[in-house]
Structure formats: C-alpha cells, structure tokens
C-alpha cells in the first residue's frame, strides 16, 4: 500500500491506547490526595532541598508545606511527619498500617540479610525475634541482673576521670563515655571484655561512627537505579561497606566461637550469646534448626552493638556540653546528687529514682537531642493522616528532632530547660 493511500483511522488507531493510558494515569492522580510538596526538578526529585543535617532541612520545609509532608527522593517517595499529633497517628493510631521497616543495601548487610529487630520486614519471623528479645534478653528480669556490671564499669570511668583530675593531663570526656557504654555492651552482650577487643580506641569510634552513617543513609544505586553504582564505586562506598561489615563479623565469630568452646569456663550470669546459642540448640532439637543459625545470632548481636554503645554515649556527651555550657544548671545537679547522697559515697542505680531532677536533665537532653533523629518506617497497606493518602509502600519518616523542637509544648524549644 502506498504512503498516501493510509487510512486516516490507522494512526489514530495506534495512539489511542496512549491516550487511555495517559487518562487514566491522570484520573488517578486527581483522586489521590497526597501530602503537600515542595516543588520537585526531574531525576533527583527534592534531593537538592535536603543539607547536611537532613532532619534540620525537613524542619525547616514543614513549616511552609505542613506537619505531614510528601517529598520525592529520586524515586523514593517519603512522607515527612513533624508534629506530635501527626505522629501519634503514625505510630498507634495507624500503627499496622505502618509498622514495616524500609531496607537498604547497607542495613541489609549489616542486618545479615534482615534477620535482625531493627531492619526485618514486620511479618511472622519479626514477630518471633521480638518474642525472643522481650522474654530472653531485655525483660526487667535481665536488665536488673547486669546491674553489677553497670556500676563496676562507671567505678572504673570515675577513677580514671579522678586519675587525670590529679593530673594536668587533659581528659576526652567523648572517648571515655564512648568506651563506658562499649564496655557496658561488651560484656553484658558478648560476655567479654571491650579492653583487648580488637576495637580498641580510635579505630573503635571510627567503625560506629562508619556503620551508622551508612546505615543511617541510602546508596546511590537505590536513588538511581541505573548509574547510582558508579558514584557508589567511585566514592568507594561499596568497599567501605565490606571492610566495616568484615570487621565486626569477624568480632561478632570471635564471640560466638569463644562461647563454643568447651573449654570455656561456665559464667555465673548467662550473657546474651549465652541466651542466643542455647536458643539455636532448642530450635535443632525441635526439628527447626533452619530457622535460627549462627546468622541470626550474629544478627541481633549487631543490633545490641550499634543500639547500645553510640547511643547511649551520644545522649551523655550532649548532657555534658549542656551541663558545661550553664553552671547553674550543673550546680544544682550536683547538689541534688550531694545532698541525698551524703556521706554514702557513690551513686548506686537504685539512688537514681530519686534523683528527680537529674532525670528532668536526661529527658530534656533526648528533647533536644534525640539519638536518632529520623524514625523510619514503610507503609503496608493505604491510610489516611489528616485527611491525606497514604499508599503502600512509601517511606515515613517521623521527625523525633522537628517534634522536640514544637513551640506548641515548649515555650523556648530551642533551650535547655530541665
């Protein structure tokens, strides 16, 4: 058939399916009420609205678009929760709409393939490593039987604070709190001790540090699928992520073969390796030995490691500075700890319920301080947050910094005010 012979209707024919698509894709977009957003450029999506304190950045950007936020990513659609009413609808009232967890490339790894707390996907296995982590390890029961180590590990940092007090060498208050809550981990986690570890001193911060900022953050490759791996390699992110995760699996082995070992001498308080392995010998003697291995040990023990020694040093070092930037407030703490101490001594754990305004000054530190700033969490099915759609599988970040920061409930947000 000649070129000028074709019917007028075949090339009509062939677009109009496009024109359906494009309808329908249209219609969707009208019904859906999403989030409001910042004006987004192609590709990188409001990437370029994010700085080097993200938290800080989306703070900011809420208080134009609103307390429930919608940015895009890249590809990755985040909702942005600022407010304490927003998110209390996020985390109770919504609670198993979104209470998955999003997985990176590098929690994944770090996770042992998502067979940890912090990073499995909510599902049966989840619920069953959580069952584990209440009763086994973390029950009231536990945490007051390492009440002993606790205090032993606090003696030893007031005597080497005491040490180089009589001294006129100076004192990293970072690095011993630091080394406190690794020591304080070590051994009620690994039942060893963080001294002679292999994770000694600086190499020790600059591996926490490392883990958690690459945890705490996504690859190239998951914004941009396609070519995202080369900025990974060329700026050597994927070796940074093999030789920090070889170096603590090779601890985490370390500990677990050391609690193998026959030869070992039976502790008097069974540590959470101890508690682990005794599990993975229930779950083979019940015919399951598949379904709890030497990798899920490994698992939690890495959630132990990175929730317990950054965090809580973290919170201490943020005490500290604030304590040291006001002296009346640090005067009035150590007259509290004086005068109820007396001529006792030393602080025992059980002296701290009645330090009340001691525990207004921790309380006041995680307002301004949070720990983690951002609280991840992924949609599992459609819901609404102030009147706005939310769909399976988006991104929620809950903003726990933007929410301390609420001129609603705190007069002067900005200050530290037990």
């Avoid at 996504?218 to 080369?230: D, K, L, R």
């Avoid at 500290?320 to 602080?347: H, P, T, Y």
Wanted: proline share 6%; hydrophobic share 40%.
């Amino acid at each position: 058939m000649a070129p000028d012979t074709i019917p007028l209707w075949l090339p009509l024919l062939l677009v109009l399916p496009l024109l359906l698509l494009m309808k329908k894709k249209m219609d969707e977009r009208s019904s859906k009420n999403l989030p409001p957003s910042p004006p987004k450029l192609p590709i990188i999506g409001n990437l370029h609205q994010l700085g080097v304190l993200p938290h800080q950045s989306m703070w900011q950007l809420s208080k134009k678009y609103g307390s429930v936020m919608l940015l895009q990513l890249s590809g990755i659609r985040t909702v942005i929760i600022s407010t304490t009413d927003a998110a209390r609808e996020v985390l109770k009232v919504h609670d198993l709409a979104c209470c998955s967890r999003p997985s990176s490339a590098c929690s994944k790894v770090f996770s042992y393939n998502n067979r940890d707390v912090a990073f499995s996907p909510y599902g049966d296995y989840w619920k069953e490593i959580r069952k584990i982590c209440v009763l086994e390890l973390f029950s009231m029961r536990k945490v007051q039987s390492y009440q002993f180590i606790r205090e032993e590990e606090v003696a030893l940092l007031v005597d080497s604070i005491s040490h180089y007090a009589s001294s006129t060498t100076p004192i990293d208050l970072s690095e011993k709190l630091f080394a406190l809550t690794a020591s304080i981990t070590f051994r009620i986690g690994f039942g060893k001790s963080f001294r002679g570890s292999g994770l000694d001193n600086e190499r020790f911060l600059v591996v926490v540090h490392e883990v958690e900022s690459m945890i705490g953050s996504y690859n190239a490759t998951e914004f941009f699928p396609y070519v995202g791996w080369i900025i990974d390699t060329l700026f050597g992110r994927f070796k940074r992520l093999e030789r920090n995760f070889h170096e603590l699996d090779t601890l985490f082995q370390q500990v677990v073969d050391l609690h193998l070992d026959p030869k070992r001498t039976k502790p008097e308080h069974e540590d959470i390796v101890d508690v682990l392995l005794r599990i993975e010998r229930e779950e083979a003697e019940s015919g399951d030995a598949a379904r709890f291995t030497k990798h899920n040990i490994k698992a939690v023990l890495m959630n132990v490691f990175l929730g317990g020694v950054p965090n809580g040093a973290i919170t201490m070092i943020w005490t500290m500075v604030e304590l040291a930037k006001n002296s009346r407030l640090m005067k009035k703490a150590q007259d509290e700890v004086r005068n109820f101490i007396g001529n006792k001594g030393k602080v025992t754990e059980s002296d701290t319920d009645h330090l009340h305004y001691l525990k207004m000054i921790v309380k006041e530190t995680f307002r301004l301080h949070p720990p983690l700033t951002l609280l991840p969490r992924e949609t599992m099915t459609h819901f609404k947050i102030n009147g706005y759609d939310i769909y399976p599988k988006m991104l929620v970040q809950v903003n726990a910094w933007a929410i301390g920061q609420d001129p609603k409930y705190w007069e002067n947000p900005e200050e530290f005010i037990p």
